[in-house]
Nanobody, 122 residues
């Protein structure tokens, strides 16, 4: 089992920056990839970005490319999401996830955090 705990959400104005963290514990040596997803009210859960845990390769959704940066600190078993130039449409609950495939479908991720709210006002 892998336990994921997100932190760092908040309320801010458009154009601002925020960094989310996701701390992993448990069987972290079983993780191949970690990802961030988000879900806005009334919408499906949406892929944001993912990182291959050991190799560090990253992949971003077009909607966040150039504004968001995913990274990880293997020594701390922690993943980060640096979000810059935030827009009102980035408002959502952000979830971190861990899985074995590193794909963009939420169905392929086995472990999820509880989510953290990010609200961007115009």
């Amino acid at each position: 089992q892998v336990r994921l705990v997100e932190s760092g959400g908040g309320l801010l104005q458009a154009g601002g920056s925020l960094r989310l963290s996701c701390a992993a514990s448990g069987r972290t040596n079983s993780i191949y990839a970690m990802a961030w997803f988000r879900q806005a009210p009334g919408k499906e859960r949406e892929f944001v970005t993912r990182i291959i845990w050991n190799g560090g390769m990253t992949y971003y959704a077009d909607s966040v490319k150039g504004r968001f940066t995913i990274s990880r600190d293997k020594a701390k078993n922690t993943m980060y999401l640096q979000m810059n130039s935030l827009k009102p449409e980035d408002t959502a609950v952000y979830y971190c996830a861990a899985g074995n495939l590193g794909v963009t479908s939420p169905a392929e991720y086995d472990y999820w955090g509880q989510g953290t709210q990010v609200t961007v006002s115009s």
